[in-house]
């Protein structure tokens, strides 16, 4: 007989990540974290179950029919099968309401079941992260009306009753620059403002509501003109006629993502607040779901590695197993260290989110939560790639092969750095907040974290890094140009 390979196996995501496990038992009160037990288990048992599936079946991605067989505009989308399931598992295992429950620990707690639902769902956790913002948004708004209105909705525990919210900010003329925003918002004879433009990127669009960016008419140009109102999609079972779905998007990653082009066409709005600042306005949002990504970056990594070091146990060469090869075993330990740092920033922005909502965080923590948020966000995205490819690599040839379900780790890592802010736009943010007293947040914060840590190597460098990176803000205050050539790098030793 001749040999055949063994598959790698996914061992449970939960039971055997150590990193997880740690962080909650040291973070959490012990009945907080017994509580939390039977979801995060459920939730790993879903995620091997989603793995073993995956590699028995052809890959699906949604399907777009715009049209019936008798002419009507129809705009249907099938979609694959964790998609049809996802109403189900987030509503029957808290994924979000948990992160609006009362208490300091909530969002720690969600951040939990996300990194573990993340890939089994297909990256159904994109419009899920979009649905958190909305509620966090529409929260902090204050708008009573809306918000009786949809928090039931977005945080319910009953997938009957669950909807989903969209984040429409992308536009042809800009991405990163929402400045540029075209879409115009005008109000009818009868007083109801309606949305006339062009959506260029919108994940959610099976969802069945949304935060839009849009500018009243007779506004001035640039972002301060904008507004943000909230829109919904469906007259009961059937997508409302203002809303034109042009087409799905072909991409390189994320298949099963339904991301859509559309076309706005009269869609009725409510404006969250003021009719000017949308940006302000959304920026909650924006903060949200950009910790939803790095939880997300660290979830792809932590996949990857888990594959190859189990497979590093099966795959013999030179006459031993692969892990018992110091140099593959050494290449495994490095992604492990650089996981580890990166698992430890993303869940510290979760864990300071939830103290700084619930208002337990000390002085430091707000300053301190706006800095590390981009940070987290575009560190873990550019370390997804990394790790992932190199643990592609791990599997030589077979890694590159598609029905093994290993490149379809690496090309949806690509995402993390680009939607939600790039890695530039990010590292101009993070400038952003270094404008407050972040820098001193982030001093104040890191004594605490050396606090009984005795490696002096350790606690040197980084008062020696902070010190550099206090200097070079100083040295380049006014010159701007500088300031945003050396943005990136500094961000990067900031996360690092
Ligand atoms: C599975 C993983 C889950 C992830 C799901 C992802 C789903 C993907 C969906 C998307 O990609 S949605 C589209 C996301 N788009 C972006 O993230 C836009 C990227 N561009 C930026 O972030 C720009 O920095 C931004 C448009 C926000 C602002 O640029 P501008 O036009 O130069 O505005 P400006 O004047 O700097 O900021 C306007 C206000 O917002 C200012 O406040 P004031 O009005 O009080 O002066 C800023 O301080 C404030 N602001 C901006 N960013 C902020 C913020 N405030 C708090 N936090 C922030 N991050
Ligand atoms: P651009 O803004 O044109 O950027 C091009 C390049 O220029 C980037 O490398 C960027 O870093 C760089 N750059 C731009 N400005 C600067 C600067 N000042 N300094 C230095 N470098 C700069 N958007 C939504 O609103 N809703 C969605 O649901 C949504 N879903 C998405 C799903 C997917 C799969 C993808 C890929 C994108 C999605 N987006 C969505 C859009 C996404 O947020 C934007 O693509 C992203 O913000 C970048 O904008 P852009 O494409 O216009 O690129």
Known sequence: MAFLQNPPQLSHPY??????????????????????????????DYAQMAWLRACNTTRRKPVLTQWDAWGRRVDRIELTTAWQEGPGITTRHAVLAAGHADSEHARLEEFARVYLYHLASEFYTCPLAMTDGAATAIRASGNRELIERVLP??????????????QWMTENAGGSDVGHTETVARQDAGGQWRLYGRKWFSSAVVGEAALALARPEGAGSGTAALALFYVETMDGDRRKPELVIDRLKDKLGTQELPTAEIHLDGLPAW????????????????NVTRTWNGICAVA????????????????????????EQPLHAQTLA?????????????????????????????PHEAALLRLLTPLAKLWTGKLAVQVCSEAIECFGGAGYIE??????????????????GTTNVLSLDSLRALAGDSLGALRTASTHWLDGNDDMHAASAIRQTLDAAARWLDQHAAGRETLESGARGLAFTLAR
């Open 15 to 44: 039971r055997s990540d150590r990193s997880l496990l740690a962080l909650l038992d040291r973070a959490l009160p012990a009945e907080r974290r017994a509580a939390l037990d039977a979801d995060l288990d459920a939730l790993g």
């Open 153 to 166: 909705r977005f945080l319910s525990r009953d997938a009957s009753t669950f909807w989903l919210s969209g």
């Open 271 to 286: 404006p969250l607040g003021e009719l000017a600042h949308g940006v302000r306005q959304v920026a909650p949002m924006l």
């Open 300 to 323: 792809s990594m932590a996949r990857a590695i888990s594959l190859a070091r189990d497979f590093a146990a099966r795959r013999r060469a030179f006459g031993r197993p692969l892990i």
């Open 334 to 362: 490095d992604m492990q260290a650089e996981f580890e740092g990166a698992f430890a920033l993303a869940f510290e922005v979760a864990h300071l989110l939830g103290r700084v909502e619930r208002g337990t965080a000390a």
């Open 403 to 420: 029905d093994t379900g290993l490149p379809q780790l690496l090309r949806d890592a690509q995402v993390y750095a680009i939607w939600e």
